[in-house]
Every structure is written in C-alpha cells, then in structure tokens.
C-alpha cells in the first residue's frame, strides 16, 4: 500500500480521499476547511496543518482543487523541491490544459512524475467510488497511477499526452451542457403544449432524442426521484462549476481557432444564470431559466 498525500477535501475529494483509506492506503489530508479533515479522520486517514507536511513524505500526491490558479500555487518550484525523488503526483482537478502542462514540465524537471486526471461522475461518483478518470501523461506515469486511480473510480481512460486529460474533460462537459439545455427545451416545449413531462421523456428516450440528460439527470421534477431536480436541484453539479468548465472550453477554443457556437452560447446561457444567484444550484436547474425566460 502506497504513502499518499490528498490535497483538498472537499466535496468531491474528501470522498475520494476516504475510499483510498477504505483500499487501505495510508492518507495524510490538507484543506483549510476543519470539518473537511475532521471528516477523513473520522474514516481512518490522517491530516496536517499544511499541504508540504503533508505531502513531504509521501509515494503519491493527489490534489483536487478548484481553479488552474490553485494547482498552479500549489506546485510551485518550492513546494515540488521537497517532494520525495519519483514521486507521483496526480492533479484530479479540472483546469486548463497550458497550466497542466506546465505544471508536468515543472514536476518532470524535479525529478517527479505527474499526470493530469480530473474526473466525471460528480459527487455520487466520488462517494460511490465509481468516478471515471481521465488522464493525460507519459504511458509508464498512467501505468504506475492506474491501481491507485482504480480505488477511487471505475472507468479509466489514458487521453494521450500532458493536457490531454484536461482537454478531453472539457470536451465532455461542453457536451453535457448542450445535451442539457437542448433536453430542458424540448421537455418545456412539450409541457408547455399539454405533455406529461415524465410519458415525454420515456417517448424521447426510445427515439433519436436519446440522450444521457434523459437517461438518469431529468431536469423536470418529479420524473426521476434520484435526480437534482426532484429534491430542488440541491446537490449535484454546481451551475458555478459547469459555467467554469464551460469558460475553459471557450478558452480553448480560442488557443486553436476552433468554432464552438454551442458551446459559447451554452457558457452564456450558464453565465446568466449563475450570476442570477443560481451558482451553487445543480446545472439541470437551467430548465429554470427557461421557464422564466419563455
């Protein structure tokens, strides 16, 4: 079993971080939320007053944090000198792909190994253990961090070099957010005109409209019992966070003069509602927006 140093406890790698000690792993946490470590030491893990305590004897680093601006502090030239030679270190938090990049070349010159690795599958994923990883990095770097990533998720997936991970993740969640609202629509629509939401959705589901929003994450309440919007979109994934992804992906965009008109009117849409005090609401409660707006 590995020495690992989990940087950022919050909702989803708190979690994370416990399934790893649940594997067995020996864990030392830092958050700066108290209740966040209280939580992992309660599991079994252990916690310390700073990240470098933490990590400076560690096999494997993991952080999940929210920002590149975050990831980028936290591995600085400073921080990276006084990791153990060799050490593998895993960044799970979804950033732009010059700062994992950069951060990878940073690592690689001291001597360590670090690939990109955020995840997909939210908070249920990362309690459940079930998330999917998707990971950019040297093949013998994803090698050594597949058994590790295997005791927090199911699926995972090697995108190819450093950022590769990160891009492929913001691939995704562009999509997801156009699926999204393009499923809130047509559910509205069809209520508007005297439709049961639910018969809807089923009729949708076995036709070309099939999509993974329709499938388990209905934005309409009370189609699915399970889903956000049935327990008033509480939970989930946060509006702030899919608007931040989304802002990532109309970055990129630009990096390679690429054309995302769904994306960007999808970052626009999110923006709006976010900065209507909807942020931490689940992003299915876009369907909100729609009503207000129609």
């Known amino acids: 079993m590995s020495n690992i140093a989990f940087i950022g406890l919050g909702n989803m790698g708190g979690p994370m971080a416990i399934n790893l000690v649940k594997k067995g792993h020996h864990v030392i946490g830092f958050d700066l939320s108290h209740s966040a470590s209280e939580a992992l030491i309660a599991a079994g893990g252990q916690t310390s007053d700073s990240a470098i305590t933490a990590a400076k004897d560690a096999d494997v680093v993991i952080s999940m944090l929210p920002s590149g601006k975050h990831v980028a502090e936290l591995y600085s030239e400073e921080f990276i000198s006084q990791l153990k030679p060799d050490t593998l270190i895993i960044d799970s938090s979804t950033i732009d792909a010059v700062t994992a990049r950069s951060v990878?070349?940073?690592?690689?010159s001291k001597g360590c190994k670090m690939i990109d690795a955020p995840v997909s599958g939210g908070t249920a994923g990362a309690q459940a253990g079930t998330l999917t990883f998707i990971v950019g990095g040297p093949t013998k770097d994803y090698e050594k961090a597949r058994p590790i990533l295997k005791c927090m998720g199911q699926n995972i997936f090697h995108a190819g070099d450093s950022?590769?991970?990160q891009v492929a993740k913001i691939c995704n969640n562009m999509l997801l957010a156009i699926h999204m609202i393009g499923t809130s629509e047509a559910i509205n629509l069809g209520?508007?005109?005297?439709?049961?939401?639910k018969i809807l959705s089923e009729i949708m589901q076995k036709s070309s409209g099939r999509n993974w929003s329709l499938e388990v994450y209905n934005p309409y309440p009370?189609?699915?019992?399970?889903?956000?919007s049935s327990r008033a979109y509480s939970g989930g994934f946060a509006v702030d966070l899919m608007t931040k992804d989304l802002g990532l992906a109309a970055e990129a965009g630009l990096e390679t003069r690429t054309s995302t008109p769904l994306g960007n009117a999808a970052l626009n849409l999110y923006r709006i509602w976010s900065e209507a005090g909807n942020g931490t609401s689940d992003f299915s409660s876009i369907i909100q927006f729609l009503n207000k707006h129609q």
């Open 222 to 228: 009370g189609v699915m019992e399970n889903a956000p």
């Open 163 to 165: 950022g590769a991970g």
């Open 104 to 108: 990878a070349q940073m690592a690689a």
């Open 191 to 197: 209520v508007r005109h005297g439709l049961e939401p």
